[in-house]
Structures are given as C-alpha cells and as structure tokens.
C-alpha cells in the first residue's frame, strides 16, 4: 500500500528531472552572458573567430558561430529548409537585413538572457522579446516594405508548407508586399519570427542588429551592455524570489510532514 501511494511522487520527481533544462541552473550574472544556444551550428561557448564572413564580422571578435556557418549564410538558397524567396527572389537591399538577422541568431553572444527552451529538430533553445532599436526596425522595414511575402509569421508551425522538402506558401496564402501583411514597422519586427524582437525607443537599451566594431573602444560589441543590465536584473529578480520563497519554508516543512502523516495512517 505504501508503494502504491508513494509511486505518484516518485513519477512526479523523475518527470521534474527530466524537463529540467541548463536554463533554469543560472544563478550568475556570467552564467547569462557566457551563453549561446543551444542549436544546430552554434559553438558551446562564445569566443573569437578570425574569419567571419561579410555581414556576420562584427561579431568576430567573440562569437557563437565559426567561419563556415556565415559562408553558409550569405550564399546558400536555404536556411534550415527555409527560402526567403518563397514570393520571388527579395531585394538585394532586403535580403541585406535578413542576412543580418540571421547572423544575429547564429553568431552574437549576447542572447542568453533572453533564451527559452523549445523544441525544433534545429534547435532546443530560442530568444524571446530581445529589445531591437526602433531605428534598426525602421530600417529594416523600409528597405522590405514593398517585397512579397504570404504569411506574417515566419517561425510558427504550420504556416508554411513543407512537403517538398522547403517552405511553400499554403495554397490559401497569395503572395502580397510586406506593406499589405504588416500594418508598420513595429507589427513586422515583432511578429516576422513569432516574438524574437520587441521592438523598443532608441533611448531604451536595445540591440542593434549589425554595428562596426571599430566605431567602440576595444572593438566592444555595443549589445554586451544591453545584455549585461537584462542578466544583471534577472539575477536581481531570482535573488528576490528566493528570499521571499524562504519565508514560507516552515510552513512548506508542515505541509510535507502532514503529507506524510497521510500517507502512514492511510497504510
């Protein structure tokens, strides 16, 4: 009889141990900024790479991706079975941006603060909400605004068909200028990649999609102190939540014994 009462609670802990992710260990502040993702091409660790290729070089001097993935990305068709041409080939100075974006999601090391776990056969982990400049959005927006394109959001399941092997636009979805699916910058940064970007006033930290590191001293990646004051408050919360969870201990401590107590009378 004990064994049957107790297998639940057994269950229950194997099934918290399983679900577990690195994601929810990080106590630290470095334990936020020394972090890529956890995804197909990424490296375990940021570090340097002499050899980054065109819009990926910022991120040279200390990155999550290696020389060959950014060839890769300024020169093959698809990314993970996706075509950005599923409208018609983008403009050069569109493509530009989302060759950028792409080199942000591969490449910078300052998006730990902002990953969440889920599961893709490419990748367990994604960010989430990241700050994006509202000039870069603008920019963004303006140099892709009259491109084609047949749904809003590129990342969520089942909004393109993938039967043959890359992205195809549902049957239902006629392709239209981005300008006819979005209703402004903002609507497009933020819903394009299902919530990666939160687009945020220039004056608010926030990231920049692609910068010159030789315009900052030490060739400093302007993002390392965007994400440095996010772990810094995620540090901050998680020490306040501890606190706060201690002073119910006691009464936790009671409601385990009285458990227990359940438990014994019940045999």
């Not at 041409?85 to 050069?92: E, K, R, V």
Request: hydrophobic share 35%; net charge positive; proline share 5%.
């Amino acid at each position: 009889m004990l064994l049957t009462v107790w297998l639940p609670f057994f269950s229950l802990l194997v099934v918290i141990s399983v679900e577990a992710n690195r994601l929810t260990e990080r106590k630290t502040v470095s334990d936020y900024l020394d972090t890529c993702m956890l995804g197909k091409l990424h490296k375990q660790k940021p570090g340097p790479e002499g050899d980054l290729y065109n819009e990926c070089t910022p991120w040279k001097y200390k990155s999550c991706c290696m020389g060959n993935t950014t060839n890769g990305i300024h020169k093959n068709q698809t990314w993970y079975k996706f075509d950005w041409n599923h409208c018609g080939n983008l403009s050069q100075k569109c493509k530009k941006h989302f060759v950028q974006d792409l080199c942000i999601y591969e490449c910078s090391p300052n998006l730990g603060p902002w990953l969440v776990q889920v599961s893709r056969s490419w990748r367990s982990e994604r960010f989430v909400s990241v700050p994006l400049c509202q000039s870069e959005c603008t920019a963004w927006w303006n140099d892709c605004k009259d491109d084609m394109t047949c749904v809003d959001n590129w990342s969520a399941k089942g909004n393109f068909n993938f039967s043959t092997g890359k992205n195809k636009c549902p049957d239902h979805k006629p392709c239209k200028k981005f300008s006819q699916v979005y209703s402004s910058h903002v609507d497009f940064c933020q819903k394009i990649w299902d919530g990666s970007w939160r687009v945020v006033a220039d004056s608010e930290p926030c990231f920049h999609i692609t910068f010159n590191p030789e315009n900052y001293p030490n060739n400093a990646n302007p993002n390392d102190k965007v994400a440095r004051q996010r772990a810094l408050e995620l540090v901050k919360l998680s020490t306040s939540n501890v606190n706060q969870c201690a002073q119910y201990e006691p009464l936790l401590s009671l409601v385990a014994c009285l458990v227990l107590l359940a438990i014994s009378f019940s045999d």
